[in-house]
Antibody, heavy 116, light 112 residues
Framework: EVQLVESGGGLVQPGASLKLSCVAS????????MSWVRQTPGKTMEWIGD????????NYAPSLKNRFTISRDNAKSTLYLQMSNVRSEDTATYYC?????????WGPGTMVTVSS | DVVMTQTPVSLSVSLGGQVSVSCRSS???????????LSWFLQKPGQSPQLLIYKVSNRFSGISDRFSGSGSGTDFTLKISRVEPDDLGVYYC?????????FGGGTKLELK
């Protein structure tokens, strides 16, 4: 059974950094592109970016490219999202998803709240 | 970015009834490789989105044949027949043809 479990969310102050993790199981992690998607409190879905199966290539939403970094550790079957200089508009639930052109499995999400 | 416009915003349906959700993209979703990466997702209350349909009309593993997708180019439709209580929630379309992925605003399916 494919499972994706995110962690690392919480309350964070504006301007701070935060690193989210997603542990994958039930499939060969190193065979798949992986993506991050977030959902705002108003339920708007926003794609953050993705990473190639071997970690050699990443794509980002242009508005987030300078502050967010996606990486992976295939030995640990773990996907990461490094967020820097966070803003109130980054408040959202962050989902780890499998795939790139088709997002077939989603984790339960981890909530990030940016507030002073 | 490709803008995805979903209609209606909400739908009321009786159990056993049939509904359709429309999704229109601002640009053609036909990829250079000939595939059209239009997906439909259902987000049930308190849960993460789940994939229902991918590449316009392909049902994902374990998805009932009561769900069907159709369309081409810029106009797409999700049909749900014989609606059951477990179908209630918010439906989203999303495109993976052009980076960045973009999603529709969602259609909330409620019981009449």
């Amino acid at each position: 059974e494919v499972q994706l479990v995110e962690s690392g969310g919480g309350l964070v102050q504006p301007g701070a950094s935060l690193k989210l993790s997603c542990v994958a199981s039930g499939f060969t992690f190193s065979d798949y592109w992986m993506s991050w998607v977030r959902q705002t409190p108003g339920k708007t879905m926003e794609w953050i970016g993705d990473i190639k199966y071997d970690g050699s290539y990443t794509n980002y939403a242009p508005s987030l490219k300078n502050r967010f970094t996606i990486s992976r550790d295939n030995a640990k079957s773990t996907l990461y999202l490094q967020m820097s200089n966070v803003r109130s508009e980054d408040t959202a639930t962050y989902y780890c998803t499998r795939g790139t052109t088709v997002l077939d499995f989603w984790g339960p999400g981890t909530m990030v709240t940016v507030s002073s | 970015d490709v803008v995805m416009t979903q209609t209606p915003v909400s739908l009321s349906v009786s159990l056993g009834g049939q509904v359709s959700v429309s999704c229109r993209s601002s640009q053609s979703l036909v990829h250079n490789n000939g595939n059209t990466y239009l997906s439909w997702f259902l987000q049930k209350p308190g849960q993460s989105p789940q994939l229902l349909i991918y590449k316009v009309s392909n049902r994902f593993s374990g998805i009932s044949d009561r769900f069907s997708g159709s369309g081409s180019g810029t106009d797409f439709t999700l049909k749900i027949s014989r609606v059951e209580p477990d179908d209630l929630g918010v439906y989203y379309c999303g495109q993976g043809t052009q980076w960045p992925w973009t999603f529709g605003g969602g259609t909330k399916l409620e019981l009449k």
